[in-house]
């Protein structure tokens, strides 16, 4: 015990020397709960339905109004063009709640026996359309008058503007952009912190700079070292989601490599700047938590960035894995074009060269 | 880089502070073109401070230092070579692998990098290490190959910290002979050290403690001056004039 004591003793003392990675114990799961806690709570934003205004005052119209987490977008015409230019995450077409019977040759959704209202989605967020479905089934079931349970709501005819009529998103063709954005980042922080971590303390990078060798040389350098890593691990995941998962791919499969090439070069920068303010591969781990999770939890990958709080959405805006997962899901569920893309494109753009920045900077930092 | 000046480094009034220690304090020192110049001074006295003020790797809070006649930075850095402190070298890649990389980094094409990473290995007498990775040598064998690597680009000044750290008698008489063949082929040696037996085999002296030199001249001198029979003595006698 007396050994085994001292070993233990041991570890204690040299954390309680290593102030930095002490702070990280602490932090990195106070952020992580912190943004789980938020999340999972109610007190998320509403999601913006859009309505015309003969719709607001119809019994459905109102009864959608009052479900929890909907608010109520009353607009003049154009439902459609709202829903794509993303001023709402979806829009209730039909205008009254027909009874089978009144409805019947009224509506194309109405059939002898059922009549269902008609919501537009993007057909990109399978959150966001459950989420909207389910309010408007509810609010469709209270006009009805049935009580409502859970599993027993009633229909309700989704149309995707972005995918072929009639086609709906597997679960793993929603779930693979973001799969493949968040690996690609993983594995290549990884790698990169640490091996430069290593440069540093094996003291070969002071050597490096103490030779011709200019800092964009270096970072020019580490990125075609890595690329071909990244590029390796990103194939694979995608691969693997495409062949064997079945994942959709609707556009141009090179506009999903152009996407994580600006990824990866950003994340191979934001290693190397981020490995600078770690003083060992303890620190260095954990830094990956702190930086991918905000990133995973508040990119729009399993809730939609529209439901997230104001100052958030601004937050999940900087991040880089929102906009590639955002970039992804439009070409590979959507088969969007670059144009389609082309802010998406633009913000990768800006972190990669932002990372270079930081990158240099952190280098001429580095003469102590 | 200008060839009229006379001295290799010329180094005046330089002061760097890490926190509260100070590491220089007021440095000045000149070393010539072609000697060996040994820095002698106990640990934390600002010897590896000092060269990697002079390899550009410290932003120095005042004085003024010039190497080969030039500021410390890129234009003088292929002119310099640097051998760090602790064997600075990719522990996965071969002892011929790192040589090939450190002669790339500065500037020497394929073929040459080649043939000269084959003449440091027979010089070194490490060819029979040359394709293991360095994780796989001993303590002196990576002196060895970071010597390699700090000679590989011909340096006109080589830097060396402490160099002889860890080697055996034999093998450190064999580096401190190849230091000598270099010197007399118009190299300019810094090295630093603080074992004092290897002061003599040193062209001068300077003493360093406390971020300042203390005195420079051969080793002769530099016990008569202290009135010492050793460099040993003349450093602690010098020393402790300077503290009372």
């Known amino acids: 015990m007396g050994r085994a004591g001292a070993l233990a003793l041991r570890i204690v003392r040299a954390f309680r020397h290593d102030r930095r990675t002490l702070a990280l114990v602490v932090i990195v799961p106070l952020v992580v709960m912190a943004l789980i806690g938020y999340l999972v709570g109610d007190n998320k934003e509403p999601l913006k339905v859009g309505v015309l205004t003969s719709t607001a005052a119809s019994p459905l119209g109102e009864a959608l109004a009052g479900q929890p987490g909907i608010d109520v977008v009353v607009l003049q015409r154009d439902l459609r063009g709202a829903v794509k230019r993303g001023e709402v995450v979806g829009a209730l077409l039909s205008g009254v709640y027909l009874t089978p019977a009144a409805g019947a040759g009224l509506s194309p959704m109405c059939t002898p026996g059922a009549c269902l209202p008609v919501i537009v989605v993007s057909g990109e967020d399978v959150q966001v359309e459950s989420a909207v479905v389910q309010a408007v089934a509810r609010a469709s079931a209270q006009v009805q008058g049935t009580a409502v349970a859970p599993g027993e709501l009633p229909g309700v005819h989704v149309e995707r503007l972005d995918l072929p009529s009639g086609s709906r998103p597997s679960t793993i063709s929603f779930a693979a952009p973001a799969m493949?954005?968040?690996?690609?980042?993983?594995?290549?922080?990884?790698?990169?912190?640490?091996?430069?971590?290593?440069?540093?303390?094996?003291?070969?990078?002071?050597?490096?700079?103490?030779?011709?060798?200019?800092?964009?040389?270096?970072?020019?350098?580490?990125?075609?070292?890595?690329l071909p890593f990244a590029a390796i691990q990103a194939t694979l995941v995608l691969g693997y989601a495409i062949v064997v998962l079945h994942a959709r791919v609707a556009g141009s499969l090179w506009l999903v490599v152009l996407v994580l090439l600006l990824l990866v070069i950003g994340v191979v920068n934001l290693g190397i700047a981020l490995s600078f303010f770690a003083r060992n591969e303890l620190q260095v781990i954990q830094f990956i938590p702190l930086v991918l999770l905000p990133q995973v939890f508040l990119g729009g990958l399993f809730w939609p960035v529209q439901v997230l709080w104001r100052p958030l959405t601004w937050l999940s805006v900087l991040f880089p894995v929102t906009h590639a997962v955002h970039a992804l899901r439009h070409v590979m569920l959507g088969g969007e074009g670059a144009g389609g893309i082309a802010t998406d494109l633009g913000a990768l753009l800006a972190f990669a060269a932002a990372m270079i920045l930081l990158g240099v900077l952190v280098l001429r930092r580095q003469r102590a | 880089?200008?060839?009229?000046?006379?001295?290799?480094?010329?180094?005046?009034?330089?002061?760097?502070?890490?926190?509260?220690?100070?590491?220089?304090?007021?440095?000045?020192?000149?070393?010539?073109?072609?000697?060996?110049?040994?820095?002698?001074?106990?640990n934390g006295a600002g010897k590896s401070t000092f060269i990697k003020a002079i390899a550009g790797l410290v932003a120095l809070d005042a004085g003024r230092v010039r190497v080969l006649?030039?500021?410390?930075?890129?234009?003088?850095?292929?002119?310099?070579?640097?051998?760090?402190q602790s064997a600075a070298l990719y522990e996965d890649l071969s002892v011929l692998e790192n040589i090939g990389f450190f002669a790339r980094v500065y500037g020497l094409s394929r073929v040459r990098a080649k043939a000269r990473a084959d003449e440091l290995l027979a010089l070194l007498r490490i060819q029979a290490k040359a394709r293991q990775p360095v994780h796989e040598l001993s303590g002196g064998q990576r002196q060895l190959a970071n010597l390699a690597c700090a000679m590989v680009h011909q340096p006109d000044l080589l830097l060396l910290d402490e160099p002889t750290v860890g080697i055996d008698p034999e093998l450190r008489r064999e580096l401190w002979r190849e230091f000598a063949a270099l010197r007399d082929a118009g190299v300019t040696v810094l090295v630093t050290t603080h074992v004092m037996d290897e002061a003599d085999r040193c062209d001068r002296i300077a003493f360093l403690a406390e971020g300042r030199v203390l005195d420079v001249g051969t080793a002769a001198e530099l016990r008569e001056r202290a009135g010492a029979a050793s460099v040993e003595e003349a450093f602690l006698r010098l020393r402790d004039g300077e503290r009372s």
């Open chain 2, 69 to 84: 006649g030039e500021r410390p930075g890129r234009r003088v850095a292929g002119h310099i070579g640097y051998m760090t």
């Open chain 2, 1 to 42: 880089m200008s060839t009229l000046t006379a001295a290799a480094i010329e180094a005046e009034g330089l002061a760097k502070a890490f926190g509260r220690t100070r590491a220089l304090d007021g440095l000045t020192l000149e070393v010539r073109r072609g000697e060996i110049l040994g820095l002698i001074g106990p």
């Open chain 1, 180 to 226: 493949v954005t968040t690996f690609a980042f993983l594995f290549t922080f990884m790698l990169t912190s640490v091996a430069f971590l290593r440069e540093r303390s094996s003291g070969t990078l002071d050597r490096l700079l103490a030779s011709p060798i200019a800092k964009w040389e270096i970072l020019i350098g580490y990125l075609g070292g890595f």
